[in-house]
């Protein structure tokens, strides 16, 4: 069965820490891979996707994330963490019918 | 920018009773998502409609759920009685169709249900 998962439930790292949340997923095919924020009582705001092609993609507010299938692993990082990124992050799976597979996120808390 | 527009943001309703929720996704968008998300886990699909036709519907609590699309532009998502286990947020996010690559999903603020 098609799956992801988010191993950390919470990471806290100080400001202009680097960070990196890790995300597992379990997908028949070649995987179409997402990541999303969600700020608390909101909706989810895309930060990058991989459909294909070049394994390192980068997304908006400096974050990248690096697709390794020998690991089937999809983590998300960003080199230098601001206060304004503590939220909860999701990582997801495209179903063939279009849908996505969410993992149970992660929460990022940022100290100062 | 075009945003997918939910509403109502917050709503508290009591068990048994009735509750709707409105989505209109962005213009031209044929494809529609439903998903709940409860506190502490990430969203799970309920429905999803291609134009007014529903898609997958598999996970839809279909003996007190209901979802319309009736001219595949806004949705309507109902709970009829609303029970304990309902208080969730609930998310819309629409797509765009068509061949080549995956289509991004785009989320509304999503409407916070409690029920008491």
């Known amino acids: 069965a098609q799956s992801v998962t988010q191993p950390d439930i919470h990471i806290t790292v100080s400001e202009g820490a680097s960070l990196e949340l890790r995300c597992n997923y379990s997908y028949g095919a070649t995987p179409y891979l997402f990541w999303y924020v969600q700020s608390p009582g909101q909706g989810l705001q895309l930060l990058l996707k991989y459909f294909s092609g070049d394994t390192l993609v980068q997304g908006i507010k400096g974050f990248e994330a690096e697709f390794k299938r020998s690991q089937s692993s999809f983590n998300l990082r960003k080199p230098s963490v601001h206060w304004s990124d503590a939220a909860e992050y999701f990582c997801?799976?495209?179903?063939?019918?279009?849908?996505?597979?969410f993992g149970k996120g992660t929460k990022l808390s940022v100290k100062p | 920018e075009a945003e997918v527009a939910q509403s109502p943001r917050y709503k508290i309703t009591e068990k048994s009773q009735a509750v709707a929720f409105w989505c209109d996704p962005i213009s031209g968008h044929a494809t529609l998502y439903w998903y709940r998300q409860i506190l502490g886990q990430g969203p799970e699909l309920l429905v999803q409609f291609q134009d007014e036709s529903v898609v997958d519907d598999s996970q839809l609590p279909k003996d007190r759920f209901s979802a319309e699309r009736l001219k595949g532009v806004d949705s309507t998502l109902k709970i009829q009685p609303a029970e304990l286990g309902d208080s969730a947020m609930y998310l819309c996010a629409s797509s765009s169709s068509g061949t080549g690559n995956p289509r991004e999903q785009y989320f509304g603020p999503g409407t916070r249900l409690t029920v008491t």
């Open positions: 997801a799976v495209k179903r063939s019918q279009g849908n996505l597979i």
